[in-house]
């Protein structure tokens, strides 16, 4: 059985370009086609760090249903309450609860991840 509000899917590297539109200002965005595709019920991206720029730690949660991050390349540190910093690195992955208060602490120049979303559309409380 399949859902028909979901379609076909495919993107190839070259297919969309990195965008500074994404959460946060010292990343760079690209859309893996999914929240078209799924009808907004997901959302998967590629984020690099943007050069030049640097991890603000700001406390905030997401308001979602599921979040998963995947290192491809490079480094991250966060900050989770109640489980304290965690350093990812290429190949770590990374289940963060619904709402789970977090941080970014530092990533290298070269960090290049994955990350897919529960609903597409979500809301980001930032505290502080």
Do not use: N
């Not at 969309?16 to 086609?33: N, Q, S």
């Not at 730690?57 to 308001?63: F, G, I, Q, V």
């Amino acid at each position: 059985m399949t859902d028909s509000s979901m379609q076909f899917s495919l993107v190839h590297a070259g297919d969309t370009a990195y965008e500074e539109d994404g959460l946060r200002p010292f990343f760079l965005y690209k859309d893996l086609g999914i929240r078209k595709a799924s009808g907004g019920a997901a959302v998967a991206h590629l984020i690099k760090a943007k050069p030049g720029t640097h991890a603000q730690p700001t406390w905030h949660h997401h308001e979602v249903g599921f979040q998963m991050v995947y290192i491809l390349k490079g480094w991250v540190r966060f900050e989770y309450e109640g489980v304290g910093e965690v350093r990812l690195e290429a190949g770590s992955c990374v289940h963060q609860p619904p709402g789970i208060r977090h941080r970014e602490l530092e990533h290298s120049e070269d960090l290049e991840l994955i990350e897919i979303v529960l609903p597409a559309a979500f809301k980001t409380v930032t505290e502080g």
